[in-house]
Every structure is written in structure tokens, then in C-alpha cells.
């Protein structure tokens, strides 16, 4: 209707006037670059920013611009690295992409033939990338038709460690000395695949092999040394923004490492608390999500209160195209995670990953604390253990406050953390959740803590029992 309006204002056919202009098309209500069936046509791209960006012709300087060619032509796509990051570009539905570029300036170019009618996708398949801007359309003839529905999920891959999760009770000891000292941590940005669920493999993004990072402890005071390197066989730029550090992106700017590099930085550890530190290479919430989260505490000059137990749990959101119990490898998924609709909502990595044989045990008559953070990167967790109130609350993980007491769920954001100390009076499985619990029983947040020993009918008993 748009090309027939005009074409009669003109005073001719439509079938015989070109409102757009030498050289282009109407695509919807949208003039673009078209040629003429069986043409061989080129396109230039740069990749920066999140984007791609056209160079030459009719679409210079337009950001993600529509690529109009006739069914039968031979296109030729060139990529050109504008930046120093990770970028490709591939075409949805034709089977056709360029290498992964990295160093500015570099480029590759592919060529193919349009040879089906539709609009299409072109984008960036680095994880994060295609949900963070980098996609534009692709048309062919009149645009009828193309686009891809959800494909069927692959294999199961070979995993690259028997468990993903960190061991909730692998941290170093509480500090006992007064002294300031200087504290070195050693952190390794390593990507593999494990299992998120049996018979499902995912391919992660860590520090130091597991989900979250190793638990770092420092004491007000300290300086603390981060020495990063990232691993040889990494895909991508990885780095390391700590919440404890007063600084440039929180040592983001400073440990902006490729793969076989090392960097470092220092820090004083001014404030007392318990500190979330994550990634912070674009696409940051991707990099979160895949796993690359931890935490650090900073204890205060008085140290708080021993306990039997200490253990370390953090949640975080995984956004893959298939739900949970699809066997094989899951793919992450850039649409879902820009919605914010995770399909997986996990303790360490790993749907249910404490129960079964790995549940945590404890006996009755003990303490237990529990340093529990949000890696995201977008869901709030409403942290509850069935079974249990908690003794006493860090809120907020302010350890330099008088701590609230007999709470029975706390609220903690991405990006932050709670430390929360319980006593077990009874034998019974307790079982930590996210108390929105869609995510926990369908999505993965539960953890089970079995503690065992003798009962005591006057604080619990079952009265149905023989």
C-alpha cells in the first residue's frame, strides 16, 4: 500500500517507479540497499561497541543495517574488528559465518549465495553478544518467510570435570592474628563444560575451575594482592571486579586479560564485610551467568563468633534455550536472558546440586554458619532454610552492625551477600531454598543439610508415630 500511494502521487505505475532511489528497495515501509537478481553484492561490517556497524555504499555508518539482496545473488560479507574484544558474524538459516576475530583491525569475509526468500537474522554468536544489540536483518527478495524455529538440542558433551560445583566447606581458615598482613589471591579464569544436571552438559565460564570462585579472606587492613591470569585455551577476554575494592571498576580496568595473559593489582581492605566479586567483560551479565562469580570476606578486628561449621553458597541464574531435564548439551540462551526469565535458578552451579550424595552434613548439638551471596546476574533470592530459623543475621553481610536475630527468611540482591549463623537442636533434613520456589523445585535452588543424632521431643516430635 505504501509503494502504491506514492507511485500514484507520482503519477506512474508502481511496478515502474522506484520511490527510494537509485541503488535501493522498499522492504516494508523501509527503503535498504537491494541489487539486481544474480548480482554479486558486498557488504562491509565493522564490529564495536555492541554493534555492527555498515562501511560504504548506502548503509555507511548505520548501526545494524538491513542487508536487502534479490534470491539467487552472491553475497560477500566482510567483517572488520573495530575494537579489541571477541566477534563474528553469522547468518540464521544459511549456514554461513565468519571466523572469531579479535585484534582491531582484523577481518575475515565469507561469501554465499541468497538462495531462499525470507528475513533473516544476522548476528554476533558470542554468548551475550546477539541479546546485547549485535543482530540486524537479512532480506531476501521480498522478505516472505525465513527466520528459524528452536532447534532440536545436541549431544551431551565430554565434560572437562567430574563436578562443577565448589565444595561448600573448601575456604581458608577464620584469621586469628591482629596484625595487618599482605594477602596474595591467585585467580584463574577458565571456561569448560560439566554437567548442570545429570545427563545435561553446559559449558561454563569460572574462576579456578569452579562455580562460584574460591572464597578469599583477608582482615581489615591488609593489603591484598590479586594476581589473574586467564587461561590459554579461553574463548574470551576475562577480568575481575571485587565489591571490596575502592578503585577503578573494582580492579575491572586493571585485570582486562586475553587468554595466556596475566595481570595484577593491589587493594587495601578498608571495610568489613562479606563481598561479592563477578566478571565485568561485555556481555557482563553473560559472563556472570556462565559462572563467573565469587566472594570475598573482609573480617573485622573482632573476630565473630566460632562455630562448628562454616560454608559457602552462592546463587546465580543460567538462561539456556531447553527447560530442565532435557538431556544433552544446553545452549545458552541470549533472549531469555534479556527478558530475565532464567531456566535454571542454582546453589553453586548446579541444579540440586546439594542433595543426593552431595548433601551437606552436620550433627545435631553443632553450629553452622553460612556465607551466602547472589552472583545474578538478575534474580533477587529469598534465602530460607525449611526446617530451621536463623540464630543470627548479618544483613546485608555488615558485619560491623549489631546482627538481627530469629529470622526466618532474608532477602539478598545480585551482587550481594548475607552472612547467617544456625544451631541444630533436632536430627532432620533442612533444606535450603530460594522461597520462591518455582525456582527452587523446578529450577534447581535447593540444598539439603542433613543432620543427624539423637532426638529431643521436647523441642520437635512427631506425634503420627507409633
Not at 527452587?440 to 512427631?462: L, Q, R
Amino acid at each position: 500500500m505504501f509503494a502504491s500511494v506514492f507511485a500514484g502521487c507520482l503519477g506512474g505505475d508502481e511496478t515502474n517507479v522506484n520511490i527510494c532511489g537509485e541503488g535501493t528497495g522498499l522492504v516494508g515501509n523501509e527503503c535498504v540497499p537491494v541489487v539486481s537478481s544474480g548480482d554479486q553484492v558486498s557488504f562491509t561490517l565493522r564490529a564495536e561497541n555492541m554493534q555492527f556497524i555498515g562501511v560504504g555504499g548506502e548503509i555507511d555508518g548505520q548501526v545494524n543495517p538491513t542487508l536487502a539482496v534479490e534470491n539467487g545473488d552472491i553475497v560477500t560479507i566482510t567483517l572488520v574488528m573495530g575494537e579489541v574484544n571477541l566477534h563474528d558474524v553469522a547468518f540464521e538459516g544459511y549456514n554461513a559465518a565468519t571466523a572469531q576475530l579479535t585484534a582491531e583491525g582484523s577481518e575475515d569475509t565469507i561469501t554465499f549465495t541468497a538462495s531462499e526468500e525470507g528475513t533473516f537474522a544476522y548476528y554476533c554468536t558470542v554468548a551475550g553478544h546477539r541479546a546485547g544489540g549485535m543482530e540486524g536483518a537479512f532480506v531476501v527478495g521480498n522478505g516472505n518467510g525465513g527466520g528459524a524455529g528452536v532447534d532440536e538440542i545436541g549431544a551431551a558433551l565430554p565434560v572437562d570435570t567430574d563436578d562443577i560445583s565448589r565444595d561448600p566447606f573448601l575456604m581458608p581458615e577464620p584469621i586469628t592474628r591482629n596484625t595487618t598482613e599482605t594477602v596474595h589471591i591467585y585467580m584463574e579464569a577458565v571456561e569448560l563444560t560439566a554437567e548442570i544436571e545429570d545427563g545435561t552438559t553446559f559449558t561454563y565460564w569460572t574462576y579456578n575451575g569452579t562455580v562460584p570462585g574460591p572464597m578469599y579472606r583477608a582482615r581489615v587492613g591488609d593489603t591484598v594482592i590479586v594476581h589473574f591470569s586467564n587461561n590459554a585455551n579461553s574463548t574470551m577476554h576475562h577480568n575481575v571486579d571485587f565489591h571490596a575494592v575502592t578503585g577503578q571498576g573494582g580492579g575491572a580496568e586493571a585485570t582486562g586479560t586475553a587468554p595466556g595473559e596475566e595481570t595484577s593489582f593491589s587493594f587495601l581492605a578498608q571495610h568489613a564485610g562479606l563481598f561479592v566479586y563477578h566478571c565485568a567483560t561485555p556481555d557482563v551479565p553473560t559472563h556472570i551467568s556462565k559462572g563467573m562469580y565469587g566472594m570475598i570476606l573482609i573480617e573485622p578486628e573482632t573476630p565473630l563468633p566460632e562455630v562448628d561449621h562454616e560454608i559457602y553458597i552462592m546463587q546465580g541464574d543460567i538462561y539456556t534455550k531447553w527447560k530442565p531435564g532435557t538431556d544433552g548439551h544446553q545452549e545458552f540462551d541470549d533472549a531469555a536472558m534479556f527478558d530475565e526469565t532464567p531456566t535454571y535458578v542454582v546453589f553453586n552451579g548446579k541444579f540440586h546440586g546439594f542433595t543426593g550424595e552431595n548433601t551437606i552434613k552436620a550433627n545435631v548439638g553443632e553450629t553452622m554458619r553460612i556465607y551466602f551471596g547472589v552472583g545474578g546476574p538478575n534474580t533477587i533470592s529469598s534465602f530460607h532454610v525449611i526446617g530451621e530459623i536463623f540464630d543470627t543475621v548479618w544483613n546485608y553481610a555488615d558485619l560491623n552492625s549489631e546482627p538481627m536475630v530469629s529470622v526466618q527468611t532474608v532477602l539478598v540482591p545480585p551482587g550481594g551477600a548475607v552472612v547467617v549463623d544456625l544451631s541444630f537442636e533436632v536430627p532432620a533434613n533442612y533444606i535450603m531454598v530460594d522461597h520462591a520456589l518455582t525456582r527452587a523445585f523446578h529450577k534447581g535452588a535447593i540444598g539439603i543439610i542433613e543432620v543427624t543424632g539423637a532426638e529431643n521431643a521436647t523441642v520437635y516430635e512427631n506425634l503420627n508415630d507409633e
